[in-house]
């Protein structure tokens, strides 16, 4: 029995000396006070230990297996008593409440509770479409002169634009004269037959003027002065500015030829592209807050009025509307925005908005939403309740509140997902690996959908360690079984994994030189991000993986511009590790097409002891996260070879 209990604890030893993340060279003196590190804690287990353990292995290297004590010939660190068999089970880790306590292990709760899913757009501001008006010739004629006679002039409704010479508005005009002198002797005509003949005349000759683009106070001018003119002018029939100018002083217009455009820009509409996975988290009527570039520091407000039903193929996007007052004029057609919509979540990841629960909204125009049964401002139909409209769809059922955990207590890889789980019940600290069904992701948490109950406790903090202490007892890693990638093959393929090649190439710069502590060649890398990205070609691919990649590229473009915006290279290298997780899963699905090989390498004492990953050319460890202060601190997970075919080995 007392040999089971050392060669328990002398486990434990080996996994938290392992996670306590002991990443230097080690020098003559280091390794003596290891010698004397172990020395205590077999002191402290007295009256547990009995002999030396057999044979001695080191932490980041587990293939090492040496029978004296002394410094890992790989990497030079303290190597730890290495200890045969141990719990039965392959997917149970055991170990004491000091070793626990040194590997920084922390467990949280799972807990049901509504959180909310950021969805982030980015578009332009436009013109709204129902408030553009095309004003254009009611009648054949020559264009005498533009009152208006450029772009961007702004004009009230019956301000003069055009005059315009036509023989047929004389012709009209003079017919209108002669009627109403015939209406006017026609008072004394005997035959009610003949006066109402008369009549009929005179109101159709007004009718002709009006349709032909004179204004009532224009056709009583006419009548009043009893004369006819070869010109007419042509007013404005709405307030707005003038976006295009159509034609020339002099040019020849038939009916219908248009003249100018106007657009009333009281009123914009806001066109945001969501990508395709984001669409389940959107409603009608949702709230949206926007920031635009030529307003820094402000945040605008709107809602949801229209979600495009159709995606872009190339992008897949689907077009996104937000209606926003523009009375003040600070808004112009063509600014650049970013939006957000936070999409509060329910059970199975059901978007909660009850906003339109018990409204009436207009079928044909969504953005008109009452409180009660009416008609519709703008086209004057029937409001309908918006539950018929299918607008709330599943607030109801997802009112249940989802299973969350942190996202640090998830180790994703590839298209798995493994958590550890504390044991109750056990004298000992005791966990178990476990492969759970994420669902997606909101802020720092995520839902689950399967693989936990409420009030299990999770390891949120150390879990990779807890992994990598199982491969040092020759225990299955919960993160390297087979079967966790699908391989892509096809020409399409081939051309779409040498379009990373840039992005590769940017990413591996900005992590060399976070790595040398240079700034100023990590920004210059940076920079050249954006016209990396753009140069992929995915339109090749299967929709699947398009989508993984339309994700991951917004991923990537979201992490650049936070990066853009630090100041300082310790700032720098925060947002440096939302690029390396999307760059990260690139490189699992994808591959890559470079000559050199490249590793996920990992360093557990990153982020104070949160840990964090990177992508780098090598085996040999250049972290970016400490860069000379701890170089070699961390460990290489995985090696892949170019082309994607052969993804190498988790070590």
């Not at 202060?629 to 090696?639: K, P, Q």
């Amino acid at each position: 029995m007392s040999k089971l209990i050392q060669g328990l604890a002398l486990a434990a030893g080996a996994a938290a000396l392992f996670a306590a993340g002991r990443c230097s060279q080690g020098s003559g003196d280091t390794r003596a006070a290891g010698m004397d590190e172990h020395a205590g804690h077999a002191h402290a287990e007295a009256g547990k230990v009995e002999s030396a353990p057999a044979l001695w292995t080191c932490p980041m290297h587990p293939q090492i297996q040496l029978p004296e004590l002394g410094p890992c010939p790989i990497c030079e660190m303290d190597l730890v008593p290495m200890v045969a068999g141990g719990d039965d089970d392959p997917r149970v880790l055991q170990m004491t409440e000091s070793a626990k306590a040194l590997a920084g292990i922390r467990t949280v709760a799972v807990r049901r509770k509504n959180v909310t899913r950021p969805v982030r757009m980015s578009g332009k501001v436009d013109f709204d479409e129902t408030a553009v008006r095309t004003i254009s010739a009611w009648v054949a004629g020559r264009v005498e002169r533009l009152f208006v006679d450029y772009t961007g002039v702004r004009v009230n409704e019956g301000d003069h634009l055009v005059s315009l010479y036509s023989p047929a508005l004389l012709s009209a005009q003079e017919e209108l004269i002669g009627a109403k002198a015939r209406v006017d002797s026609a008072e004394t005509e005997s035959s009610e037959f003949l006066a109402e003949s008369t009549r009929a005349s005179y109101r159709s000759a007004r009718e002709k003027l009006g349709l032909w683009g004179l204004t009532k106070a224009q056709i009583d001018v006419i009548e009043a002065s009893g004369k006819a003119s070869d010109e007419i002018t042509l007013t404005s029939p709405t307030t707005g500015v003038v976006t295009k100018k159509l034609v020339e002083e002099g040019a020849y217009v038939s009916t219908g030829t248009e003249i100018y455009q106007i657009a009333d820009l009281g009123q914009l509409w806001l066109r945001l592209d969501a990508y395709e996975q984001d669409l389940a988290w959107l409603r009608y009527g949702q709230p949206v807050l926007v920031e635009v570039e030529a307003l820094p520091g402000e945040t605008l407000e709107g809602r949801i009025s229209f979600i495009d039903p159709f995606i872009d193929e190339t992008t897949r996007t689907a077009k996104v509307r937000v209606n926003i007052d523009n009375s003040g004029g600070r808004l112009k057609p063509g600014m650049f925005i970013r939006a957000v919509a936070n999409s509060r979540i329910g059970a199975k990841g059901r978007v909660l908005d009850p906003y339109l629960a018990g409204k009436w909204v207009s079928p044909m125009h969504p953005e008109i939403v009452k409180d009660g049964p009416g008609v519709c401002d703008v086209c004057g139909m029937d409001l309908v309740p918006a539950e018929e409209l299918g607008l709330v769809e599943g607030v109801e059922s997802g009112t249940e509140k989802p299973l969350v955990i942190p996202t640090s207590a998830a180790l994703v890889t590839g298209r798995r997902a493994v958590v550890y789980v504390e044991v109750p019940g056990r004298e000992d600290p005791t966990y178990e690996g476990r492969e759970v069904v994420l669902g997606p992701r909101a802020g720092d948490e995520y839902l689950v959908l399967e693989g936990l109950e409420e009030n299990e406790r999770v390891v949120m903090q150390g879990a990779f360690r807890l992994d990598s202490a199982m491969q040092i007892r020759a225990k299955p890693s919960m993160m390297s079984e087979p079967g966790d990638r699908r391989e892509l093959k096809g020409p399409e393929v081939d051309l779409f994994r040498e379009s990373l090649d840039g992005l590769y190439g940017a990413y591996l710069d900005v992590q060399a030189a976070l790595a040398d502590d240079d700034e100023a060649a990590a920004r210059t890398a940076l920079s050249l991000v954006p016209e990396a990205l753009a140069a992929v070609s995915a339109a090749g691919l299967r929709a699947g993986p398009r989508t993984l990649w339309v994700e991951e590229q917004r991923a990537i473009d979201d992490a650049y511009r936070k990066m853009a915006a630090t100041d300082g290279i310790d700032a720098l290298r925060v947002p440096f590790e939302d690029l390396s997780k999307a760059m990260l899963t690139v490189a699992r699905e994808f591959g890559h097409a470079r000559e050199a090989d490249l590793s996920e390498a990992y360093c557990p004492m990153a982020f104070d002891d949160k840990g964090a990953a990177w992508l780098q050319v090598g085996d040999v460890i250049d972290n970016p996260y400490f860069g000379a202060s701890m170089l070699r601190c961390g460990v290489v997970r995985e090696t892949m070879t170019a082309s994607g075919h052969d993804h190498g080995s988790v070590r």
